[in-house]
C-alpha cells in the first residue's frame, strides 16, 4: 500500500511539475451548501461524476480512474474502477488524500465473482482528492488516469461532494 502510494504520489509530482508553467484555472461555481445528492453516476467511459437529487443533476465532475484501464475491476491488485452498483458506506478525514468517501466494493457479487475465478476482489475504493500536498495539481491530474481504482477529483471537488452525499448514497459506476 504505502509502496503504491509512493508510485502514485511519484507520477503525480511529474503531471504536475510539467503543467505547472499552465495558467490557473477559474473555479466552476459552488454547488449550493443546502443541497444533498441522493445518488451519484459514475460513466468511467465519459470520465464523468454526477451528483443527482430526485432525478435531476445537481453538478457534474471531471473525474480520474484506476491506471488499469477501463475494463472492470475483477480483482485485488488490477488497479481498475468497479462497475455496478454500490453506496457510500464510510469516509475518512484521515485519508492519504484529501478526504475519501468509501464505495461498498466488494459487494457480496463481486466476491462471488472472484471466488469462482480463485481470485480476491480487492477493496478500499474510494472518491478521493488528490494526495495530500499535492492539492495545487488541481484538475491538471486528470490528463492520465493515475488512481489504484478509485475515483479522483480535485480538492476543492472532493470537499463540495464530502458535504453534498450523506453515507448510504447508491453509486452507480457504469462502463
Not at 150 to 171: N, S
Amino acid at each position: 500500500m504505502i509502496r503504491r502510494l509512493l508510485i502514485i504520489t511519484a507520477a503525480l509530482a511529474v503531471v504536475g511539475l510539467a503543467v505547472l508553467a499552465t495558467s490557473r484555472e477559474s473555479p466552476a461555481p459552488a454547488l449550493p451548501e443546502a443541497l444533498r445528492a441522493d445518488h451519484i453516476l459514475v460513466e468511467k467511459s465519459a470520465h464523468r461524476l454526477t451528483l443527482l437529487a430526485g432525478g435531476q443533476v445537481l453538478k457534474r465532475y471531471t473525474v480520474a480512474l484506476g491506471h488499469g484501464g477501463l475494463a472492470p475491476k475483477t480483482r485485488e491488485g488490477d488497479d481498475r474502477t468497479p462497475e455496478g452498483s454500490y453506496r457510500i458506506d464510510g469516509r475518512n478525514p484521515l485519508s492519504h488524500y484529501h478526504l475519501a468517501l468509501h464505495i461498498s466494493y466488494p459487494e457480496p457479487r463481486d466476491v462471488r465473482a472472484a471466488a469462482a475465478r480463485g481470485e480476491p476482489p480487492g477493496g478500499d475504493i474510494m472518491i478521493h482528492g488528490l494526495p495530500n500536498g499535492f492539492g495545487g495539481i488541481g484538475s491538471r491530474h486528470r490528463v492520465v488516469d493515475w488512481t489504484a481504482g478509485c475515483i479522483a477529483v480535485t480538492d476543492a471537488e472532493i470537499e463540495e461532494i464530502w458535504h453534498a452525499v450523506p453515507d448510504g448514497t447508491p453509486v452507480e459506476i457504469r462502463p
